[in-house]
């Protein structure tokens, strides 16, 4: 049996035994859910269909891999009971991504979400009844603490949403095999990691199981640690993932603005999925972003945000060499 066979009869052994009462084992480098029906596997279709097999071999690279699933759906729990009861008869843990925050993005690219406070309290109490007793991991609003700092959320929108983020953690943490994230933005956003801790606790991310770091963004590995370490310490020594699907070739010097983030040129595929990260705090390395999903337009005529981008995707691939 090879690694990767070895890692999934692990995971399957260690859902037996959380059926009977024991905690489960944490997965290893293949045991985190790899989407059967994601955009990068319906690519590879596509490519191999048209006869461009050396471009569906490189989008195998992704498509093969454990990405993280955004949920956003209007109505979450079909879709969640499915991902989490497909993934359990496989034997691994889905990763999923909790994204419907109100004011969801500042209105920019990723506009949208529940329409008011309660409906969100609704939308995520609905989200881990889909999960119930199910293996699965959650990161829970990515960007909605940084832009907390922004005009969108200031004053009591700002306390509003602070509450909301708490409630999704307690909610989720009902279920008894869900281990929960709250996402704290990167690098790039952590100045004070002091400034951070308050704001961070009323949110709930003393009562998850740690934070999520780097989410869609592409600072390097050691960059991300370095900083999410910082934060932790003010939070009482917090676990932490980090999102390692772009960070190949780290962040693009020199760029301003949009250009930043939005699908910048150059960047490459980061550190696999794992749970053997090499650091005590640091939870795992997960591909939370999709790779070869596009960040948004940017102005400059590419897909929507989650659309499949076929040229960005070939090039993060390349680039990992």
Sequence with gaps: MNSYGRAAAALAFALVTAACGEAPAAPGAAGFYVDPEGTAVNEVRRL??????????????????????????????????????????AGQV?????????????????????ASADEYRSWIGRFA???GDRPAWVVVEPDAMAHILDS??????????????????????????????????NAGWIADAGAWAEPMRQAGATEADGFAFNVSNFFTT?????????????????????????????????????????NPKGRALGAEPTTRTGHE????FLWIKRP??????????????GEWFSHYALELVRNAG
């Excluded at 909790?98 to 979400?113: E, K, L």
């Excluded at 929108?157 to 281990?179: F, H, I, M, S, Y």
């Excluded at 900083?227 to 390692?244: P, W």
């Design 129 to 131: 009844e889909g999960i």
């Design 94 to 114: 889905p990763v999923l991504v909790a994204y419907h925050i109100p004011d969801r993005d500042c209105g920019r690219f990723s506009a949208g979400g529940a």
């Design 152 to 185: 969108c959320t200031q004053g009591g929108r700002a306390a509003e949403r602070l509450g909301l983020l708490r409630d999704a953690v307690r909610a989720l943490k009902k279920q008894p095999n869900t281990k929960v994230y709250l996402d704290a933005g």
């Design 222 to 262: 050691e960059e991300s640690v370095a900083a999410a370490q910082r934060l932790s310490d003010v939070l009482g020594g917090a676990h932490y993932v980090i999102d390692t699907s772009r960070n190949g070739n780290g962040p693009l010097h020199g760029a301003q603005g949009d250009d930043t983030w939005c």
């Design 48 to 89: 191999e269909a048209e006869g461009k097999t050396e471009d569906a071999a490189l989008i195998r690279r992704i498509a093969d891999r454990p990405n993280a699933i955004w949920i956003g759906d209007q109505e979450p729990y079909a879709r969640v009971a499915d991902i989490t009861t497909k993934a359990q008869e």
């Design 281 to 284: 705090r640091v939870d795992a």
């Design 292 to 305: 070869g999903e596009s960040d948004g337009d940017c102005h400059r005529g590419e897909p929507r945000p």
